[in-house]
């Protein structure tokens, strides 16, 4: 590796090339601070910002007749809002609303899917999953009186941060019912190969569903193309929605005519909803898979960040995020201070999400001092350091004055002013 990638100069030509540079003034940026967790929560966008405020107008002007009036009518802004979220996942607009929330719309999703049988009665995931999703299927499986320590089959991983993906499709036996993956691993970043493993599982006639909480707005996919059963994400993070915003869900047209497990009144079809009559219309597409009255507060931010994303391009911005977590990766593996540290994150392009992860015995500590120093990186428990350099507002000069300061931090072992433990939130 050339030692002039550690320099100032260096990152700050890089930044210069940079077609995306441009929308770093997008965002609110705290002065003095170089922030890389936005795969925890990303950061406000003025056009957001602009987007509740226009909303709040409405609300104030328009009252009732917001349902129907307003530049953005209420009664179809979750439609409109996952037709573009669509474009994000190579999915067409009917397979796509904004709705609920990742637990909430896995949750519809298993009530509509999982349907166990004597024969196939197994649900199958992954040791590596996020937590919320393992409750959710471990609900489900009780409620069908079923036991989720024995019909909740996880594979494991080998090294405790990846996942195989020839041991997935050889956990693909006759008996398992239903598949939940994740897109993107939320601790290690890996990526995993959505079409390899759709392919597998409908060879042996098993429905799959993936989490895209970790790759929407980062990794470009392509799931009606791929033939996805279905999906589910937050919109939180490379989204940019805000914290709690309202969040996406993805159901491929083949189970258009499929009724959804649970049943609500805005996924009534939008022409008879205010009939109030007590049997239920589907809505036509994915829109049937919405339960109550939309949050649409919750739902406003993405008005803004996803017109902002549309204008950024999804596959510039995919290009971008690879060359800052390679940058990142150069960096931590050329300088003699940060050689302790273990990088968890897969190597190859096709591989990685958007983070990277490293690893350290006094972790916690370390991203104290990193946020005293005005980096905000991501701790996960025990061990792990996420770091997220985004593409729409991080830069190459971001990545380098990180990973300097961590290389101070751990030569200088300023970190043993703090102690080695999380905290309430992490």
């Known amino acids: 590796m050339k030692k002039q990638l550690s320099t100032v100069d260096y990152a700050a030509e890089q930044d210069k090339k940079d077609p995306l540079a441009r929308f770093t003034n997008e965002f609110y940026i705290q002065k003095g601070q170089t922030y890389l967790d936005g795969n925890s929560l990303g950061l406000l966008c003025k056009r957001s910002e602009q987007t509740v405020i226009n909303l709040l107008e409405d609300w104030k002007q328009y009252a009732i007749d917001g349902w129907t009036d307003t530049q953005n009518p209420w009664f179809t802004l979750s439609e409109a809002v996952g037709a573009k979220m669509a474009k994000l996942i190579g999915a067409n607009k009917n397979e796509v609303i904004a709705t609920g929330s990742t637990t909430i719309n896995l949750h519809q999703l298993l009530a509509t899917f999982y349907e166990p049988t004597d024969k196939k009665p197994f649900i199958l995931s992954e040791t590596l999953n ?76 098993i429905l799959i569903g993936f989490d895209l909480c970790h790759s929407i707005g980062s990794v470009p996919h392509q799931l009606s193309d791929e033939g996805v059963d279905f999906a589910f994400w937050c919109t939180y993070k490379h989204l940019n929605g805000g914290p709690g915003s309202v969040a996406g869900l993805y159901v491929n047209q083949r189970h258009h005519g499929k009724t959804p497990g649970l049943l609500g009144w805005f996924g009534s079809d939008k022409q008879v909803q205010f009939d109030m009559d007590t049997t239920f219309t589907k809505a036509s597409g994915a829109g049937a898979y919405q339960l109550g009255t939309p949050h649409l507060l919750s739902l406003s931010p993405l008005i803004g960040s996803l017109e902002l994303i549309e204008e950024a391009g999804i596959e510039r911005m ?6 800052l977590t390679q940058y990142l990766r150069d960096l931590l593996e050329s300088l003699p201070e940060t050689n302790d540290l273990v990088i968890r994150t897969p190597k190859n392009d096709v591989n990685r999400g958007g983070h990277i992860l490293i690893e350290h015995p006094e972790a916690a500590r370390i991203c104290k001092a990193l946020k005293a120093e005005g980096i905000i990186p991501d701790f996960r428990s025990p061990n792990g350091i996420r770091i997220a350099p985004v593409a729409l507002y991080n830069s190459y000069s971001d990545v380098l004055h990180c990973v ?12 043993k002013n703090f102690e080695n433990i999380r905290g309430v939130i992490a």
């Open 130 to 205: 996020f937590p919320t999703d393992i409750y959710a299927m471990q609900s489900h499986l009780k409620i069908h009186g079923l036991d989720s320590e024995k019909h909740l089959k996880l594979i494991k991983s080998e090294d405790g941060h990846t996942l195989s993906e020839d041991a997935i499709i050889e956990a693909m036996t006759d008996d398992i019912n239903i598949i939940i993956l994740s897109s993107v691993l939320y601790r290690s970043g890996q990526l995993l190969n959505i079409r390899k493993l759709t392919t597998a599982a409908h060879e042996r006639g």
């Open 404 to 415: 300097l300061t961590l290389a101070t931090i751990l030569k200088n072992r300023t970190y």
């Open 318 to 323: 995919r290009e971008k995020s690879l060359k």
